[in-house]
């Protein structure tokens, strides 16, 4: 906890931690999210016009879109316009009371406005300032912009949905993987850059760059034959590559089963009346002959899958203790058994844009649990707050107001 920062009022494991978000669309918010869950007091600082995702969607129109409220909950918002000096001053007397400062423009950027590391580090020596950035500094690239879509693509995700499919098509996956992957490692970091700065008293500066994050967690599967020099084999992990590794079709829908080990086999070759297969076809032997030609045996699933119904199979593949799930749509996923048991999704009043559907902090927590619920912010709704914990009068709020720096 930064030494000028007042005592928490809020709850977790990381009450009394103090964040100036300075990021904006999903990557960076997506990270500050994560602490301000776990109860750190995040302070996000928006520009006039505010963060873009605000007008995304329904709702847009008063700036609170669902893709917003998704990624800012369990936040504070400041309007300062930083192409003005008395907006660069008032983020530098935040900085004073601050554990970490999170970015996502390029470095030259935030020494541009005069925000760079080395000036804020003399203002706060234990500051973690931490920058989500697209590509390494250090590399060509380093100036390039960066969205998910082109980390998805730099990464090799395309390519390896292109070889999955049938068609040999590369597209996108449906979500924005690289963004929401990155932040969560950057969260990761920058918990554990906290942890460092507990044990030394001084902070760092730390660049996450999304390519550089993406690019191991694509090719921890498909570097494979590639991983030994010279290579011993093509790319791709034949198993999650094959193009028969899908939810199964089942009489009257879907189910997912992963049959994966010796016994799996076992059992559901000899549920479908096929167990001399396990003799007689050296398919089966064991784990390295069955990746592979695990397409041909995903086919052979497959092929089965269709003879019963998706309670049938639940119960056969259960009892055989084979990992089985029925494939949700996004609408039985809000209906999901289990999830209403624990009452992971709930209904909640946001003040201005009346009962939203919010999820629950996915961790549980024994001694310090989280338990904060602030809702999403208006754009600036918290400004003249900050500033008067950072030592603003009302007067100087005032005037900021009229010069329009908030």
């Not at 605000?54 to 316009?81: A, H, T």
């Not at 100087?396 to 009229?402: D, G, P, Q, T, V």
Request: charged content about 20%; overall charge negative; hydrophobic content about 35%.
């Amino acid at each position: 906890m930064s030494p000028h920062t007042k005592a928490p009022t809020t709850t977790g494991p990381l009450a009394g931690i103090r964040v100036i978000d300075m990021t904006t669309v999903f990557m960076g918010p997506s990270c500050t999210q994560y602490l301000g869950d776990l109860g750190a007091d995040v302070i996000k600082v928006e520009a006039p016009k505010g963060d873009s995702t605000r007008k995304v969607g329904p709702q847009g129109d008063l700036g609170l879109g669902p893709l917003f409220l998704g990624l800012n909950r369990n936040k504070r918002s400041i309007v300062l316009d930083l192409k003005q000096e008395a907006g660069i001053e008032a983020v530098l007397k935040l900085v004073e009371t601050a554990d970490v400062l999170a970015y996502n423009v390029r470095p030259a950027g935030m020494r541009r406005l005069g925000l760079g590391y080395e000036r804020l580090a003399e203002i706060n020596k234990g500051l973690v300032y931490a920058g989500m950035v697209g590509f390494s500094q250090r590399g060509r690239y380093a100036k390039m912009a960066a969205f998910d879509d082109m980390i998805q693509a730099a990464s090799g995700l395309p390519t390896a949905i292109a070889q999955q499919s049938p068609d040999g098509v590369p597209r996108y996956l449906p979500t924005t993987i690289a963004d929401r992957s990155v932040g969560i490692y950057a969260f990761g970091v920058i918990a554990a850059a906290l942890y460092s700065r507990s044990q030394t008293g001084v902070g760092q500066a730390i660049e996450i760059p999304m390519f550089e994050t993406m690019v191991p967690y694509v090719l921890g599967d498909h570097l494979y034959g590639h991983t030994f020099v010279p290579p011993q084999g093509g790319f791709g992990y034949p198993r999650v590559m094959s193009r028969n590794r899908r939810p199964y079709k089942t009489k009257d829908g879907y189910v997912c089963c992963l049959v994966y080990h010796d016994h799996h086999w076992k059992t559901f070759l000899g549920a479908v009346g096929k167990s001399d297969l396990l003799v007689t076809d050296p398919r089966f032997a064991n784990i390295r002959t069955r990746t592979e030609h695990i397409d041909d045996l995903y086919q052979i699933v497959s092929d089965e899958m269709e003879k019963k119904t998706t309670a049938e199979w639940r119960q056969i593949l259960g009892e055989g203790d084979i990992p089985v799930f029925p494939m949700h749509t996004f609408d039985s996923l809000l209906k999901d058994e289990h999830l209403a048991d624990i009452g992971f999704f709930k209904e909640v009043e946001h003040p201005t844009v009346g009962k939203i559907l919010d999820s629950s902090v996915p961790s549980e927590w024994s001694g310090t649990p989280p338990d904060n619920h602030r809702p999403v912010p208006l754009l600036g709704e918290h400004t003249s707050e900050i500033l008067r914990e950072v030592g603003y009068s009302d007067a100087a709020i005032e005037e900021m107001r009229s010069s329009s720096v908030i």
